[in-house]
Every structure is written in C-alpha cells, then in structure tokens.
C-alpha cells in the first residue's frame, strides 16, 4: 500500500508548486498582496468544472457554518469557497507533502487561513475522531484508492450522525479498456475505477441514507469540449491545470474526454446522509 500512495504522490507532484503559481500570477500582472480566490480558481479546484461544479455542491444542501473536512483536498480551492461564501470551518487532508503545503500558503495569500485548516494523510486512515464533522466532502479521489470499503467506511465514522456526505467523482460505465495517462493516473496501476453502483452498495451498507444522485457526464464533456477547443486555438493559459500537469495536459484530457464521449466513464455527483 505504501508503494501505491508513494506512486500517486508522485503522479501529482510538481515542485515548488506553490512559487510557480505566485510567479505566474505576477506575469499575469496581479497584486501579490492582493490575490482573490477568483484569482486562482482556475488551478486550485482539480476536477472536471473546476470551481463551478463546487459552487452548485456546496449550495446542494444548508452548509452554512459547518464544519467541512474535504478528503482529498487536492490544493484546497474547493476548502477555501466553504469558507469564504458559506462561513464552514474546512479541513482539508490529502495525501501528497507539496499539496497540502501549496494549499496551506494559498489560503494564507488569499486570507482565508483562519478557516482552513490542511493536513497530510491517508483518506484510508483518517486521524480524526469519530462524529467530528458536520460535513464530509470529496471529489475525484476515489480512483486513486484501491480499498473502497475502508475508504467509506472512515468518511462515515468521522461524520456525526444527521451530517452529509458529498461526492463529485468518476465511475467506470462500460467494459472496455481505459487509455492512460488521465489526470488522476499515468497508468493502469495508479487508477481503480469502479462502477457507481458499486459505490452506492457499500454506502447502503454502512447505513447512509440516499438523498440524492446526478449524472455529470454531458455537463463534463461540454466543459472539455470547450476547454480543449480554447487550448487548441490559443495555447496553454498562464495559470491552468497546465502548470500542474505539463506537456500531459492535452493527452491526459483527450483521454478523458473520448471515454466519457464513448460512455465508458462517467462522472457523478450525490449526497447522502448519516442518520
Ligand atoms: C484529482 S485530485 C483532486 C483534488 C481535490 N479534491 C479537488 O477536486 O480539487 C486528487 C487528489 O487526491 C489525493 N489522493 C489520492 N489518494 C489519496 C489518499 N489515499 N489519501 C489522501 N489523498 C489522496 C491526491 O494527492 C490529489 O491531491
């Protein structure tokens, strides 16, 4: 297990991360001491509709104050718009160093440390308390853990009972073989699709009740379409997912793209509740 989660840290890791986004936004002319979260909306949110997918979560349900943890925090965009439109307290926890301190120096710049809270971890082994969150939040970090049941099994204990759980992630759909690289994996051994069906068995296992489920395929594919369109004509922007994923940006988004066209992926989003 440890050589996986060395292995996707890898996957996702890109040196003074945080440097390069300062760097970038001052080529784009912007004020230092003066950073909005618009400012970098485009680079912290890593899933497919950025900052857009987590406006329409984080306003799905009343979240206003809670305490929030997002497992996977990834660079913490998704942390730091709870905090700053719904008032929550956030953790984030994520697996990779440079992440997480990415994530902490970003809320610092845009000043919203004292409501986001980062920390280095295992989603497998949460080290939280039992019923310590009002909320808990993922998306697309699934494909990146082999152990599903323990997985959902750790985002239930640490929710309080009545609290939410919210997830924006992708599913295998048909039965062919899934190209690589994809944004999450550089290949077949760092990703571990599964079925949404799948998922839901284990959540109704674990005793969460079903609120609500939504297919986010064909919102996904119009993002793509669109982005991909604008990288074509006008090359990479100067502060993207690009400055995260390189020269692989466009294979990995193609692959993507063509599966959740084909119908071999999809994207979902839902909510359940722990009674
Ligand atoms: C595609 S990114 C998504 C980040 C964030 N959720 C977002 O949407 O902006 C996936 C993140 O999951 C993290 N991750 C993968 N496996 C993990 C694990 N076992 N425990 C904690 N984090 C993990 C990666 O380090 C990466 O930051």
Known sequence: ???????????????????????????????????????????????????????ELAHSIDLKGAHVLDVGCGLGGPCRLLADELGCQTTGIDLSKEHIRTATQLSRLVKLDDKTTFVVGNATQLPFNDNTFDAV???????????????????????????????????KSGKSEISYPMPWASNETQSFLIQSTAMEQILDDLGFTKIQSKNQTQAGVDFFEHMIARL????????????????????????????????????????????
């Open 137 to 171: 939040w993922t998306q697309h970090v699934q494909m990146n853990i082999p152990d599903k049941e323990k997985f959902y099994t750790e985002i239930f204990r640490v929710l309080k009972p009545g609290g939410h759980f919210l997830y924006y992630d992708i599913f």
């Open 1 to 55: 297990m440890e050589n996986i989660n060395q292995d996707i840290e890898n996957h996702y890791h890109k040196e003074g991360l945080f440097e390069e986004i300062i760097l970038r936004l001052t080529e784009k002319g912007i004020d230092i001491n003066n950073v909005s979260r618009a400012d970098i909306s485009a680079i912290d949110e890593l899933h497919v509709r950025g900052a857009a997918v987590s406006e």
């Open 232 to 275: 074509k004509a006008f090359g990479p922007p100067t502060i993207g997912i690009n400055v995260l994923m390189g020269e692989s940006t466009q294979p990995k988004l193609m692959n993507l793209l063509d599966h959740l066209k084909q119908g071999e992926l999809i994207i979902q989003s839902g909510i359940y509740k722990k009674e």
